[in-house]
């Protein structure tokens, strides 16, 4: 089993639509839950970071975690065409950083 | 917006060639890391470094070497070529300590032919 899974997507939606994006994980040691974006034929960006349980909000942006559940998610309001890309999951162990696979976005005008 | 830097960002190289990925980082991190991605894949952990002359193996196996003489630098080597090395490369860094994420270089996307 994979430390963290991420749905590959692709996942299309209209502009203007609220997006959800999610991620689960196997491993209770993981403290800190980050969600990065990556254009393509970038390097990822760091969208947000989070630590506890619970909501953490960034302008059109919230990270939301669920430790109980081992399950993260990224939800994103008025989704822009801007916002396509793809967004990786990523978690700390042993002072490494694991990710998912990452999801595959599309925002259409 | 994160002062990272891989050199180059695309290449194009013969099976066999001896090449080297340059990545420097101007924010003073200690902490160093190479990733490996495929398309469509995720990011495996392949090299990454705690310091100067400080350098370990990642989760994936790699037949990449990497050096760590200065802090601000972090090249990766092949010696040998290989079609099955052709990915995207990307070198990231986080500072020690409380920092939490890491920041990453635009990726040098290597293809071996």
């Known amino acids: 089993q994979k430390e963290v899974e991420q749905d590959p997507g692709p996942l299309s939606v209209p502009e203007g639509a609220i997006v959800s994006l999610n991620c689960t994980y196997s491993?209770?040691?993981?403290?800190?839950f980050m969600w990065y974006r990556q254009y393509s034929r970038k390097g990822p960006e760091l969208l947000m970071y989070?630590?506890?349980?619970g909501n953490k909000e960034d302008g059109r942006f919230t990270a939301q975690v669920d430790k109980s559940s081992k399950y993260i998610s990224l939800f994103i309001r008025d989704s822009q065409p801007s916002d396509s890309a793809t967004y990786l999951c990523a978690m700390n162990r042993d002072d490494k950083i694991i990710f998912g696979k990452g999801t595959r976005l599309h925002i259409l005008p | 917006e994160a002062d990272i830097y891989q050199t180059p960002r695309y290449l194009v190289i013969g099976t066999g060639k001896k090449i080297t990925l340059e990545c420097s980082q101007t924010m003073g991190h200690d902490k160093m890391y190479w990733y490996q991605q495929d398309p469509g894949m995720e990011l495996h952990l392949i090299h990454y470094s705690y310091g100067v002359n400080s350098t370990e193996k990642g989760d994936l196996s790699s037949e990449s070497t990497v050096s760590r003489i200065r802090t601000e630098h972090f090249p990766l080597t092949l010696e040998s070529a290989r079609p099955s090395h052709t990915s995207q490369y990307l070198c990231?860094?986080?500072?020690?300590?409380?920092?939490?994420?890491?920041?990453f270089g635009q990726g040098t996307r290597l293809t071996v032919v």
């Open positions: 491993n209770s040691a993981f403290q800190y």
């Open positions: 990231a860094s986080r500072p020690k300590g409380t920092g939490l994420f890491a920041f």
């Open positions: 989070t630590y506890s349980s």
